[in-house]
């Protein structure tokens, strides 16, 4: 239980790359059963440091359940999963943590923690790692700024003395949660929803849900957040403007781990994509590699039937391909829903 | 593969239960059917119901056995019969007609008059607020100044609807914030009560004042003690394990002769004093210490002020603890559990506080029972006392100060008052006792207010912070928690 990077790469990628070299996330032989089904099987990857990456693939092919396994909602049947601040590998900490059986090492520059070991919401709160849903759970019947706020509970909390000060109406509470209400009201402008902070969420529309639910995953200051299909249901003006939003948010210093089914978003802001199918990684590169890899054209055809996938050699490498995958996920295969590739 | 930004982007429309949130606030109100129909299908439905009531009525309406001589006599009530029948085929035709059927409810009118009126006065819940509490708090001298002659039984009844204030506050942090639905919420109140009882029955230095502090914290011990295993059960399972809790703590109770005297309770609870000094006729009471004409009316005016500063500090700590870190964390997992996990909260923590407190708070209630009665049996905590405490919330509307209190004047008043209109039992005869129908009166409120505001009289709820300007939020997006 302890790959050497090039396997935890995986095979696709030449030699070692930015991701490689100092990831913030590493996901090493993640193995995720429902029963008999084999949602993730034996996955390995990694998030660069200050990378925008995706995930993508097709429906069912998985990568919710990443997501879920990487934020704790789902506990993997196998593998490990990573999680550093500061640079580099820290090969030496992560050793140590994961023989010491504890969940997290402060190193002198930095931390790693192992997500598989926490439950989720100490994934939020220690590791720094936020997400969003693929169905918008926001508090519908509370403000915008509540919303913000609540997702600053754990500051809130410590500046409130665990609610006895905040009780007596200490001084101190009432600057944190100005504080709190600064920040809340710093990225309500960049989500532009500012002029609508008095308003409970659930009478938002759908695109300012999404980029509500956004700016909330962000008040908890991750170091990684995780966005699942935040393009889903957006019109191309607020697409573009999410695109935008995304790159900001990278410039403050925080990674993003993207699933996306949007390619003019995925190829457009990211540094690196990881292709999903059948819970198998099938291409992991920058966006040209993974564009013209042939596996990642495979996948998805049957929706993306252009003329450039029709010509007699690429139609025998995809049969080729896709025999090959069959035969790799027998597990996952029966219980594939039909047509259901986006 | 790679399409451009101007190209549609995405084939995905929103999933799941959003998508059937948007669809309805799209879909155009969908009202009662074709008008011509709505008389002939009313009187069918009527017909249906009617025959309905025929059939179940036959046996216990239409015919009667009697033991007469040699056997049973079979009597037949045909009036009857037939009356009942006909009152269910008119009943249900007007309510066809005027309710279910047509294009425009009158419920609805209501509805939408009393929901307008809390949007335009946002100012009305906190006049109508500081109008109670000032009322509140000379109840007693306008008691004693207008109804002399029946000064103690009003106050006593004062006392008894704060009760109710105060349990339908406690109640209201953990189902109406927390969103947990809790039908054991009497058990905290019993361990409150027992607290005080025993610790003042066996130790002659612990005073009301003492055990107060005591007991509440027992009642919140024990709040946590039930929670911990209780709180990982979602909706309808978390709702009948309390129950069942409530229940187990009444029979241990009933059944711990030695320590808790079983069913015949515990007598000779002391009563509260002022400052060390008690409310007697003798030398060293408060009359004399005040040099005033003693008379038994001030112990009741004074453990009336009790329970007011009780329930005061109940309503000031939970409108304190909304604005704080935790009230807001519970609000957030009365709207979506999950959520609160990706935010990092650990939401068993947050479930626990919200029980714990409710429990205190019930707690201190029970303790003021106890030196209120003297006297104290667990025939006193029955489960109707948790249906009687969540009705209060629930018709006020879950999570609404306000709502508790005019849901308590209503409830316990409304009921007690009942006794002393004269006119009932002249229409229905001299032994009629309305309090017999106390239940049938509590169920016919429920469903009249699950039809007219079927989230309870005050359903907005009030953001806790705002930045330019507070607007209340209507119910609508308001989410009701677990199993409800
Ligand atoms: N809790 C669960 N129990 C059983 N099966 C599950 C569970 N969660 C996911 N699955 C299955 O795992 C597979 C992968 O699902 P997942 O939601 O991760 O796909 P996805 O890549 O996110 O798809 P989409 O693009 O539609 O969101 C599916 O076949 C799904 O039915
Ligand atoms: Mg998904």
Redesign the pocket.
């Known amino acids: 239980m302890n790959p050497s990077p090039a396997t935890a790469a995986g095979p696709q990628t030449g030699p070692a790359t930015r991701w490689d070299d100092d990831p913030v996330l590493t996901v090493e032989h993640l193995t995720m059963r ?1 029963g008999g ?1 084999v ?1 993730v099987g034996d996955l390995s990857f990694n998030v660069g440091h200050g990378d925008i990456t995706a995930l993508i ?1 097709p ?7 990443v997501f879920n396994c990487v934020t704790g909602f789902y506990k993997p049947t196998e593998g490990r999963i990573v999680m550093r601040h500061g640079p580099g590998r820290q090969q030496q900490a992560v050793d140590a943590v994961t023989a010491s059986g504890l969940r997290y090492k402060a190193a002198n520059d930095g931390a790693v923690f192992l997500l598989e070991r926490m439950p989720d919401y100490e994934i939020t709160k220690s590791a720094k790692v936020a997400r969003t849903f ?1 169905n918008i759970r926001l508090f519908g019947g509370m403000t915008v700024l509540e919303n913000l706020l609540v997702a600053q509970h754990n500051p809130l909390m410590i500046a409130s003395g665990f609610t006895f000060g905040g009780i007596i109406g200490l001084p101190a509470y009432a600057r944190a949660q100005g504080e709190a209400v600064d920040r809340a009201v710093y990225w309500m402008e960049h989500v532009n929803l500012l002029d609508r902070a008095d308003d409970p969420a659930g009478d938002l529309p759908y695109g300012a849900q999404r980029r509500l639910e956004i700016a909330r995953a962000m008040c908890t200051r991750p170091e990684l957040l995780c966005l699942d ?1 935040p393009a889903a249901g957006l019109n191309p003006r607020e697409s573009a403007e999410l695109n935008q939003l995304l790159q900001f948010i990278r410039s403050e210093g925080t990674s993003v781990l993207l ?1 996306e ?1 949007d390619m003019g978003v995925v190829m457009e802001i990211s540094d690196h994509i990881i292709v ?1 199918d059948y ?1 198998i990684k099938i291409s992991d590169g920058d966006p040209s590699f993974v564009k013209s890899d042939p596996k990642v054209i495979a996948a998805y055809l049957g929706v993306d039937d252009e003329a450039e996938i029709d010509v007699p050699e690429v139609r025998a490498e995809v049969a080729a391909v896709i025999h090959e995958a069959g035969s790799g996920a027998q597990a996952a295969g029966p ?3 039909e047509g ?1 590739r ?1 | 593969m790679a399409t451009t930004v101007d190209a549609p982007t995405a084939e995905n429309r929103p999933a799941g239960a959003q998508r059937d949130l948007e669809e309805q606030r799209r879909a155009p109100l969908k009202t009662g059917e074709d008008p011509q129909n709505t008389l002939a299908a009313s009187l069918k439905d009527a017909a249906a119901a009617a025959l309905l009531a025929g059939v179940l009525g036959f046996f216990f309406l239409a015919l009667r056995t009697e033991i007469a001589p040699g056997g049973l006599d079979v009597s037949a009530r045909w009036g009857l019969w037939l009356a009942s029948i006909a009152v269910v085929f008119a009943g249900r035709l007007l309510l066809n007609l005027f309710v279910f059927k047509t294009r425009r409810p009158v419920t609805q009118l209501f509805a939408g008059r009393g929901a307008g009126l809390g949007a335009r006065l946002p100012w009305l819940g906190k006049a109508v607020g500081a109008a109670l509490f000032l009322f509140a708090m000379i109840l007693p001298f306008f008691i004693t100044t207008v109804f002399p002659a029946q000064q103690r039984q009003y106050i006593d009844l004062a006392i008894l609807i704060m009760t109710y204030v105060m349990l339908g506050w406690g109640l209201n942090i953990v189902v109406g914030l927390a969103g947990l639905l809790d039908l054991g919420y009497v058990a905290f109140y019993a361990v409150g009560a027992y607290a005080f009882a025993l610790l003042s029955t066996h130790f002659e230095v612990i005073g009301f004042w003492t055990a107060l502090p005591l007991a509440g914290m027992l009642a919140a011990f024990w709040g946590v003690i039930l929670g911990f295993p209780v709180l990982r059960l979602r909706g309808d399972y978390l709702a009948i394990v309390t129950l069942a809790f409530g229940e187990m703590i009444r029979i241990v109770l009933l059944n711990w002769y030695d320590f808790t005297g079983g069913p015949n309770g515990i007598s000779g609870i002391p009563k509260p004093t002022l400052f060390g000094l008690e409310f007697t006729r003798g030398e060293d009471g408060v009359a004399a210490f005040l040099g005033i004409e003693y008379s038994t009316i001030h112990r009741f005016i004074y453990l009336y002020y009790i329970i007011f500063i009780l329930a005061i500090v109940t309503n000031f700590v939970t409108m304190r603890l909304r604005r704080l870190p935790v009230g807001r964390a519970w609000e957030a997992l009365r709207e979506d559990e999950i959520a609160c996990r990706s935010l990092g909260i650990n939401t068993t923590n947050t479930k626990l506080t919200a029980f714990a407190i409710g429990a205190m708070f019930g707690g201190f209630a029970g303790s003021f029972f106890a030196t209120r009665q003297g006297f104290i049996s667990p025939e006193s905590f029955t489960f109707l006392e948790s249906a009687i405490i969540l009705a209060i919330v629930v018709l006020g509307g879950l999570g609404s100060q306000i709502g508790v209190v005019i849901a308590s004047v209503v409830m316990i008043g409304g009921i007690e008052m009942l006794r002393n209109i004269g006119f009932l039992s002249d229409i229905f005869g001299p032994d009629f006792d309305p309090v017999k129908y106390r239940m049938l009166i509590f169920g016919l409120a429920m469903v009249g207010i699950m039809i007219w505001k079927p989230r309870g009289l005050i359903s907005t709820r009030e953001p806790t912070i705002a930045l330019k300007e507070r607007k209340r939020i209507g119910a609508d997006y308001v989410a009701q928690g677990e199993g409800h």
């Open positions: 429902f089904l949602a693939g429906n069912g092919a998985g990568k919710t359940t693929q299909e699933i089914h999903l819970g219980t594939r829903p259901g986006t």
